[in-house]
């Protein structure tokens, strides 16, 4: 009897879980967009006013990892063209933004700021995109490899405009009255300049993953996984491959104009040093770890490549090491957590989750 009980009330739960996954289905991608952007803004407010003003730094530079790795899953995971120069459009966003609040008077609002680091970016990726557009494979990405190394030389060589080594150092504006009234109403605190950030932040980051999402379900995130998996059949179809490779390209070079902006705000210094080939290879490998073509992916992948190494060099420190090895031990173990999961999860954590959850509740 209690068996039957028990067997009875599970069903009506699987019912009731077939019945709420039907109803968010039967939405439309945008409005189950809009429902979760709106959601994990109101996670962030909690998230924020939760951590000490470290963790905020930690999250504000997980923000800015996760939009570039989020533009990189749509050139690389959706559209099929793997690049590894993705930091030089960072260099070029955080630049832009660097030369536009360096004066102490008269700076130019903070979105118009973001905004003009993103077109800048975005007009560079369509230099860029159109003569990668006839390359093919590894061509592709030895052109951005070669623009990953170039880029922090332009940095060098136009010292007296752009600071040399020492980079350029940039004021963050105070945030708008408004918002920091409005801030204060709904969390009772006052709105610092760090938490300010964080906002700006993770603002930017939930409506670049809105954007990108919306994009990916439509008929243009269709062409580009056409391109991706059979070029042949897709021009088959009347895709012009052309075209739809430097669209992708255009919209991740501006989404990592995008993260070079708020990361110039988040670190304010902007120098050659912050944009070398290992921010573009990290880029690469945390969209691997996560899953290629995922957003979600890409989140948990910036988290990894935010928090895992210095959680490493906690731990190494805490263990007896010095500060030195501690440090040369995170890079270590980041790099064998990417062979362990290319190993035992090809497509990724969120790619081999997904899967074996489809091959569990599929028909039997």
Avoid: K
Wanted: a positive charge.
């Amino acid at each position: 009897m209690a068996a039957s009980t028990r067997g009875s009330r599970t069903l009506s739960s699987e019912r009731l879980a077939r019945w709420r996954e039907s109803r968010w289905r039967a939405l439309s991608p945008l409005t189950r967009h809009v429902i979760v952007a709106v959601a994990s803004l109101v996670l962030v407010v909690l998230v924020v006013e939760m951590a000490g003003p470290f963790r905020q730094g930690q999250l504000s530079t997980m923000a800015y990892l996760a939009i570039a790795a989020g533009g990189l899953t749509v050139l690389t995971g959706q559209s099929g063209q793997l690049s590894l120069g993705h930091g030089a459009f960072m260099a070029v966003g955080a630049y832009s933004t660097a030369l536009l609040l360096q004066s102490r008077s008269g700076s130019p609002p903070l979105v118009l700021v973001i905004l003009a680091a993103s077109t800048v970016a975005l007009v560079v990726g369509l230099g860029v995109g159109i003569p990668a557009a006839r390359l093919h494979g590894p061509y592709v990405a030895g052109a951005t490899l070669a623009l990953a190394v170039a880029v922090p030389g332009v940095a060098l060589y136009f010292s007296e405009q752009l600071g040399g080594e020492q980079g350029l150092t940039l004021r963050v504006p105070e945030a708008p009255t408004w918002l920091a009234d409005a801030m204060f109403f709904v969390t009772g605190r006052e709105l610092t300049g760090r938490t300010y950030v964080a906002y700006v932040a993770w603002f930017c980051l939930v409506v670049v993953y809105l954007l990108l999402a919306n994009l990916g379900s439509s008929r243009v995130g269709r062409r580009w996984r056409a391109v991706r998996d059979d070029e042949v059949a897709a021009s088959i179809a009347g895709i012009d491959l052309g075209r739809a490779r430097v669209l992708a390209f255009v919209v991740s070079a501006a989404a990592a104009g995008l993260a070079g902006a708020v990361m110039a705000l988040v670190v304010r210094v902007t120098a050659p040093s912050g944009f070398t080939l290992t921010l573009s290879l990290g880029l690469l490998s945390a969209i691997v770890l996560g899953g290629l073509g995922s957003l979600l992916g890409a989140l948990i992948g910036a988290a990894l490549l935010t928090f895992l190494p210095q959680l490493v060099t906690a731990i190494g420190q805490d263990a007896g090491l010095s500060d030195l090895q501690a440090a040369e031990l995170a890079p270590l173990v980041y790099g064998l957590t990417v062979v362990v999961v290319v190993l035992v999860a090809p497509a990724g954590l969120v790619g081999t989750l997904r899967s074996r959850l489809a091959h569990r509740t599929g028909p039997s």
